[in-house]
């Protein structure tokens, strides 16, 4: 009994430093595993394409007239808003990218018809007003989503606020007979689903957005 015992307590320290390594060892391959997790995952959070989806573009093609149209398509983003704001609150964060894509798409789409349509009569300021009121209260409510979407989806989010800002500028300038920059708005990554008849007017070089 005594020999047993001295063995014990003899192997005791090689079996803790053995546990002790083989734990530590452990720890660093689970440390390696997330970081490489992490690199995965900030791989499949790309920019949302963005395209007006073929029912949305025909709808807004048969429009009759300047008013309806920009009706139309402030219509059409509230309902992709909606359902971004409704797929962020269930945390399927891909699916409100993509419906973010489309929002954005429509809202650029709604700007250069606008610009290319506008004749400088008071009815097309008060659609360019309309437009710029209409995406500052729905750029706060991307600013709370954003608060709601890991890092790795909210960058996307974030470009969205920025191209409503550029827009809202491009919108206010409009209205107050300042001049556009029009080529600060990315075309659409789906050409096949653009109204090619209504493209933006080319601005002259000094013309410049004035931050608000």
Same mark, same amino acid.
């Given at each position: 009994?005594?020999?047993?015992?001295?063995?014990?307590?003899?192997?005791?320290?090689?079996?803790?430093?053995?546990?002790?390594?083989?734990?530590?060892?452990?720890?660093?391959?689970?440390?390696?595993?997330?970081?490489?997790?992490?690199?995965?995952?900030?791989?499949?959070?790309?920019?949302?394409?963005?395209?007006?989806?073929?029912?949305?573009?025909?709808?807004?093609?048969?429009? /009759?007239?300047?008013?309806?149209?920009? /009706?139309?398509?402030?219509?059409?983003?509230?309902?992709?808003?909606?359902?971004?704001?409704?797929?962020?609150?269930?945390?399927?964060?891909?699916?409100?990218?993509?419906?973010?894509?489309?929002?954005?798409?429509?809202?650029?789409?709604?700007?250069?018809?606008?610009?290319?349509?506008?004749?400088?009569?008071?009815?097309?300021?008060?659609?360019?007003?309309?437009?710029?009121?209409?995406?500052?209260?729905?750029?706060?409510?991307?600013?709370?989503?954003?608060?709601?979407?890991?890092?790795?989806?909210?960058?996307?989010?974030?470009?969205?606020?920025?191209?409503?800002?550029?827009?809202?500028?491009?919108?206010?300038?409009?209205?107050?007979?300042?001049?556009?920059?029009?080529?600060?708005?990315?075309?659409?990554?789906?050409?096949?689903?653009?109204?090619?008849?209504?493209?933006?007017?080319?601005?002259?070089?000094?013309?410049?957005?004035?931050?608000?």
């Amino acid at each position: 009994m005594k020999l047993q015992f001295s063995c014990l307590i003899h192997f005791s320290p090689t079996i803790t430093g053995a546990l002790l390594c083989a734990f530590l060892f452990l720890a660093c391959g689970a440390g390696v595993a997330q970081a490489q997790q992490v690199v995965v995952d900030l791989a499949t959070a790309p920019p949302p394409l963005r395209f007006i989806p073929n029912e949305d573009q025909t709808q807004l093609n048969v429009a /009759r007239d300047g008013k309806a149209r920009t /009706r139309l398509s402030l219509e059409l983003c509230e309902a992709r808003l909606l359902q971004a704001e409704k797929f962020t609150g269930e945390k399927k964060f891909e699916r409100a990218a993509t419906e973010l894509g489309i929002y954005q798409a429509l809202v650029e789409d709604s700007f250069r018809y606008l610009n290319s349509e506008s004749t400088g009569s008071n009815k097309f300021r008060d659609l360019f007003r309309r437009l710029e009121q209409t995406l500052r209260l729905q750029d706060a409510r991307i600013q709370a989503m954003r608060r709601l979407t890991p890092a790795i989806f909210g960058v996307n989010l974030q470009a969205t606020s920025e191209a409503l800002r550029r827009v809202r500028t491009n919108a206010l300038n409009a209205f107050f007979g300042e001049g556009t920059v029009n080529d600060s708005l990315g075309a659409p990554e789906d050409l096949t689903n653009t109204d090619s008849h209504h493209s933006p007017a080319k601005p002259s070089p000094d013309q410049s957005p004035k931050d608000q």
